[in-house]
């Protein structure tokens, strides 16, 4: 028997190879149900016009009851994007990817949340622990428990 | 009460002690006056007297063992070698061992840590243990010694594995922490930054109680419920699986359905409808969303004016909340050290009640 996660993450990647990605998302490798990885991009105003990111998702087994695991990519020359929510390490404070991770949300639901909020982003600068957290981080960014509020990490 | 109110000394029970002031300070335990405040760390009372005996058992040449045994900082003071088993048994198996010798006035001690298990096929049980000790001589090597050392390595690779647990932990060098102890500067941060973070509430998950009460669905033909979807799953409701599970529809308070073997494991983990976040239990106060209503018309639309998380006057909830979430262990803590989550203490009872993983020289063992 395929386990929940398998088919329920099968049936994503069908629907987003049917239906395709919303603008500025687009799927770069999802080989196997473990790691998945996207582009991503804000349309239109924003701090972060003609940059682009790309986002990795890491699945487990429990997944979608535990959330999957999700960071911008800093190797290859790529970078995670200036904001106060994105440390330099591709770690991303969001409560959605924590605590308020509900097994309703989806691989794209977290894409288009992480862009509405670069586009919502008014001041590119990193969290102001980042020095401290990136030296200690853990490599899976869910190792961490972030402290969630509306303005600071 | 503060830890940085000076401690004093008794000299007369020569211990710490938190003097009464009868208004003069006197010792709590045996009223005596001659006590001494420990304010000045260069003139310690502690030490007065008790200069430290180290020539004796040579305690200093303990600790590079011990690192050279757990591979911290392999010495040269210690041959290290590999034995397939201790003289005087022939037995086969081929475990690694530690061998070393302290040399002092009265000659010279060898000690094997490790090598095959010459105790029997499996560890005694500390009363096991004691029914020896009472006829026994003081110097019966039987509980000192290399025999102890050997009981104790024996525990580590015996059946139950759990002490190897303990230690596997304890000593996870990669993160400097044994126990409450930290081993380095880096180690000390990460529980700071642990510390600051801890505040992060967790999600309280549903009780047994509260999940064996809800409503369930065998699926028939023509229930409406086949029109919905299960929104973990996202599939829709149908009578065309192979699994029985998947035809057992469990219905949330606030409506929304869902399969029985998607709902249960997300509940465990939180008290949450998925959907709408309706609280099956009162969640800690970040989770600003809306209380459990009794909305028992079963209309899905709830007040809008739910946005404070605790209702005032429900002191109980409240409580509630506190205690769920501190009865909560974390199932990811930070630094890397995840494997340290601990059952809840319900949990653990049962395990300890099972026997199954029995542990010698538990309390249990002990009659």
């Known amino acids: 028997m395929a386990s929940i996660s398998a088919r329920r993450l099968a049936k994503e990647l069908h629907e987003i190879q049917t239906e395709g990605c919303p603008v500025g998302i687009n799927l770069l490798q999802a080989d196997d149900f473990a790691a998945w990885q996207f582009t991503i991009e804000v349309m239109g105003e924003s701090l972060y016009q003609g940059e682009v990111f790309t986002l990795l998702f890491r699945f487990d087994k429990h997944y979608p009851i535990s959330s999957p695991a999700v960071q911008f990519v800093v190797t290859d020359g790529k970078t995670s994007p200036v904001h106060p929510h994105v440390y330099s390490n591709g770690h991303i404070c969001a409560s959605i990817l924590g605590n308020e991770w509900s097994p309703v949300l989806s691989v794209i639901a977290v894409c288009l949340t992480l862009q509405s909020m670069l586009a919502s982003c008014k001041k590119k600068e990193r969290p102001p622990d980042n020095d401290r957290y990136v030296r200690h981080a853990p490599d899976n960014p869910k190792k961490t428990q972030f402290h969630y509020d509306g303005n600071s990490p | 009460m503060s830890q940085r109110e000076p401690l004093w000394y008794c000299h007369e029970c020569g211990a710490e002690t938190r003097p009464l002031m009868i208004p003069d300070p006197a010792c709590a335990s045996c009223h005596g006056s001659f006590v001494e405040k420990m304010d ?220 029985e073997s998607c709902i249960m494991p997300w509940l465990k ?89 029995h542990v010698p020289g538990g309390w249990d063992d002990l009659d």
């Open chain 2, 40 to 259: 000045n760390p260069s003139d310690d009372p502690r030490g007065f007297g008790h200069p430290l005996d180290t020539e004796d058992l040579g305690s200093d040449v303990y600790i590079p063992a011990l690192q050279s045994l757990f591979g911290i900082s392999p010495s040269r003071n210690f041959e290290r070698e590999h034995r397939g088993s201790l003289g005087g048994h022939p037995e086969t198996g081929s475990a690694p061992s530690v061998t070393f010798s302290i040399r002092n006035d009265n000659g010279v001690r060898t000690y094997t840590f490790g090598g095959s298990n010459t105790l029997g096929g499996r560890p005694p049980t500390m009363s096991e243990f004691n029914r020896r000790g009472p006829g026994a001589d003081r110097l019966d090597p039987g509980i000192n010694g290399s025999l102890m050392a050997q009981y104790l390595m024996t525990l580590l690779g015996g059946p139950t594995g759990s002490l190897n647990e303990i230690f596997a932990r304890g000593f996870g060098a990669e993160n400097g922490r044994m126990g409450d102890y930290v081993f380095n500067q880096e180690a000390l941060d990460q529980i700071i930054t642990q510390l600051m973070e801890s505040n992060a509430h967790h999600p309280v998950p549903a009780t047994e109680a509260i999940m064996e009460k809800l409503p369930r669905e065998v699926l028939e033909i023509g229930s409406p419920t086949l029109q919905k979807d299960c929104a973990v799953c996202k599939e829709q409701f149908s009578l065309e699986t192979e699994d029985p599970e998947e035809q057992v529809v469990v219905s949330l308070p606030c409506t929304h359905p869902f399969h």
């Open chain 2, 269 to 357: 983990s939180s008290g949450t409808c998925p959907v709408c976040r309706h609280q099956l239990i009162p969640q800690p106060e970040h989770h600003s969303q809306p209380g459990p209503s009794q909305n028992t018309s079963g209309n899905d639309r709830r007040s809008p004016s739910s946005r404070s998380r605790s209702p005032g006057g429900d002191p109980s909830g409240f409580l509630q909340s506190l205690f769920g979430s501190s009865m909560r262990f974390d199932r990811s803590s930070t630094g890397g050290n995840s494997s340290s989550s601990l059952a809840p203490p319900d949990q653990r009872n049962n395990t300890s009640s099972r026997g199954g993983n």
